[in-house]
């Protein structure tokens, strides 16, 4: 069946629906724009169809194809307008009106209730405006993130982030600079480490109880510890947060801690100056007031010497002034207690000049090992700076050295007597720190006990039984550190023994004498 | 001649223990039982070398060093002391009072004797 132009219906034989078209022209005005519109329906959803297959994020897709199909069913009553005017199927021609007519009420109902939600759809222009807002918070959050970076990176506090494990151990997953700092653990060596391989036996021991307790908790724990670190003897104080899940397991330990070695040892030196000013004062009150009585005692006896010279019988004469001697030799032993007493403040020994600590030092430990030469005794001197310009009397800090070198002796013997195997090393270290010189004493003998670490610089407090040591070695030693503006401490090595560290204050180099040979007075 | 020493000490024992040693040692000794009374001693008859204690009543050593040594800066001054001044012997030169020989109670008596014989040689 084709379209024959040529035998277009004439006028006589009219199809029923087209009976109002009489002329030939408005016929094919209707014929071919029928047939345009619905050829232009068709395209549509086809465009439309395109669309809603490439664009899967549709909000109602349902409608595109209600659409398509409103489309299509108009575009089908207008090609059947057109067929009618060759044919006459009008009941086809119905029929498609029919379906039409259903999809366009259809659409028709459906499209008015869906208004206000395609309404509430944002628009391209709001969306790129949240999008913009969206960029910007995210650049803010970024920012953010980088300040807090900075703040965790250049904090002073050591911070460090725990992991608990299944079998109660602890791995590291974070330090910061400080921490690194703090200890002289480099970063990759701890990161993601079992802490048991990172941290000596001992320290682990003590710091296990601590995260423990704040996995037990759940609650913040704050403690203290000290230990020798990678960068020496450190104090630090620690607060650690435990994070915990959303099941109730702690997950994370966050920790922070505190380098407060300075404030400590700042501490325990205002303590013992306050102690020994105190002490000080009264030994130096003692001294003065003890002196008088003894020195009118030792010239009267003097006086008595004299007569005892010119008196008879002879007999009687030797046994008075073996008595007198007796006497003054006991006045001159009270004499000299009073005078080491007196020395104890420390200023009536010469005048303070800068001299090189490390002479002294290495002096000193050359007249202990003349002096302790056959016992046996290990001595080394551990140099790690040449020179140390330090302000005070030499002799001064040699004879602190000396008490102190003295007192290691006493130790390492001391031990040695109880353990026939027991090590007998004394090592003296000498070094410098920022503004300081350190000189430090270790031995291998028993140690301090913990609960004595402060008494022990007080005068006349001794471990030793009556009659050894006088109790004012130590104290000599710390009064001469305190007076060369540093101090004096005591500890325990881990290995076991004592260490003695007397910190000085330097001096500038260039104060030292020329060739630095003034070592003793 | 005979060398003068005036000797400032308030302890009265002491006092008269010294003045018997430094008597036997053939020195002419004046006693004073303070500062006040050693410089009053001192106008009176003035010595030749001057022993005296720091901690004493009305005028202390220092201010009597101080005064003697206004009048005559070159008087050998000897202190003894159970009291050690900060400095020692060397704090004596800030005030003015000059160098001294320091020495501590009880006294080393010989090596006070022998620093006497260096200060006043024998005639």
Same mark, same amino acid.
């Given at each position: 069946m084709g379209v024959e132009i040529l035998t277009l219906p004439v006028r006589t034989s009219l199809a029923p629906g087209l009976c =109002?078209?009489?002329d030939p022209d408005l016929i094919y005005l209707h014929l071919i724009s029928d047939v345009a519109i619905g050829l232009a329906y068709f395209s549509i959803p086809a465009a439309l169809l395109i669309f809603a297959r490439r664009r899967? &994020?549709?909000?109602?897709?349902w409608v595109v194809l209600l659409f398509a199909a409103f489309i299509i069913a108009c575009g089908t009553t207008h090609l059947m307008h057109a067929w009618t005017m060759f044919r006459p199927d009008y009941e086809t021609e119905g029929l498609v009106k029919v379906v039409t007519a259903a999809i366009s009420v259809t659409t028709a109902i459906l499209l008015w209730p869906l208004l206000p939600r395609l309404l509430a759809l944002p628009s391209p222009q709001a969306l790129a405006r949240e999008v913009e807002e969206r960029r910007i918070a995210e650049a803010r959050a970024l920012a953010s993130e980088a300040r807090t970076a900075a703040f965790i990176e250049h904090l002073p506090e050591a911070l460090f982030v725990l992991r608990p494990g299944p079998r109660g151990d602890f791995t590291a997953e974070a330090v910061n600079p400080a921490f690194e700092r703090l200890y002289g653990i480099e970063d990759a060596s701890i990161r993601g480490h079992d802490m048991a391989e990172v941290l000596p036996p001992a320290l682990l021991a003590r710091l296990l109880p601590h995260w423990r307790q704040a996995m037990e908790t759940r609650r913040p724990v704050d403690y203290t510890t000290e230990a020798e670190t990678g960068i020496g003897w450190r104090v630090w104080q620690t607060i650690l947060v435990p994070m915990v899940g959303p099941d109730g397991q702690v997950e994370r330990l966050l920790g922070s801690a505190r380098d407060i070695t300075m404030t400590r040892r700042l501490q325990a030196d205002l303590l013992q100056s306050a102690r020994l000013a105190t002490i000080g004062t009264m030994c130096a009150g003692l001294a003065h007031e003890t002196s008088q009585p003894l020195n009118a005692a030792m010239l009267w006896t003097r006086n008595a010497r004299a007569v005892a &010279? %010119?008196?008879?019988p002879a007999e009687s004469a030797d046994r008075l002034r073996q008595s007198l001697g007796i006497i003054e030799g006991q006045l001159r032993r009270a004499g000299d207690l009073v005078g080491r007493i007196r020395a104890l403040?420390?200023? &009536?020994e010469g005048t303070p000049q800068p001299f090189d600590a490390a002479a002294t030092a290495a002096s000193a430990l050359r007249l202990a090992m003349g002096q302790y030469a056959g016992e046996g005794i290990d001595f080394a001197l551990h140099s790690q700076a040449s020179t140390l310009p330090v302000q005070g009397v030499p002799a001064r800090l040699e004879q602190a050295l000396l008490q102190l070198l003295a007192n290691a002796r006493d130790a390492v013997l001391d031990r040695r007597e109880r353990e026939p195997d027991a090590p007998m090393q004394i090592v003296l270290t000498l070094r410098e720190e920022p503004g300081e010189a350190v000189l430090e004493v270790e031995d291998? %003998?028993? %140690?301090?006990?913990e609960g004595l670490r402060d008494a022990i610089? &007080?005068?006349?407090? =001794? =471990?030793?039984?009556? %009659?050894?040591?006088?109790?004012l070695g130590l104290p000599l030693a710390a009064a001469v550190a305190r007076g060369m503006g540093g101090g004096i401490e005591a500890r325990n090595r881990p290995e076991g023994g004592a260490l003695f560290s007397m910190r000085l204050a330097l001096a500038p180099m260039a104060s030292l004498p020329a060739g630095g040979a003034v070592t003793n007075q | 001649m005979t060398w003068r020493i005036l000797v400032a000490e308030d302890e009265g024992l002491a006092a008269m223990a010294l003045e018997d040693e430094l008597l036997r040692a053939g020195y002419e000794v004046v006693l004073a039982p303070d500062g006040q009374a050693a410089l009053e001693a001192a106008d009176r008859t003035p010595p030749d070398l001057l022993l005296t204690?720091? @901690?004493?009543? @009305?005028?202390?050593g220092s201010g009597l060093i101080r005064a003697l040594r206004a009048a005559r800066p070159g008087l050998p001054v000897v202190v003894m002391t159970g009291y050690a001044p /900060? *400095? *020692? /012997?060397? /704090?004596?030169g800030r005030d003015g009072e000059g160098p001294v020989a320091l020495f501590p109670k009880p006294l080393d008596m010989d090596a006070v004797l022998a620093e006497l014989r260096k200060l006043l040689p024998g005639p």
């Open positions: =109002t078209l009489v899967r &994020d549709l909000a109602y897709p &010279d %010119g008196m008879e403040p420390g200023e &009536d291998s %003998g028993p %140690g301090v006990p610089f &007080d005068p006349f407090f =001794t =471990t030793r039984e009556p %009659g050894r040591g006088s109790g | 204690d720091l @901690r004493m009543p @009305r005028l202390d /900060a *400095g *020692g /012997a060397s /704090a004596f």
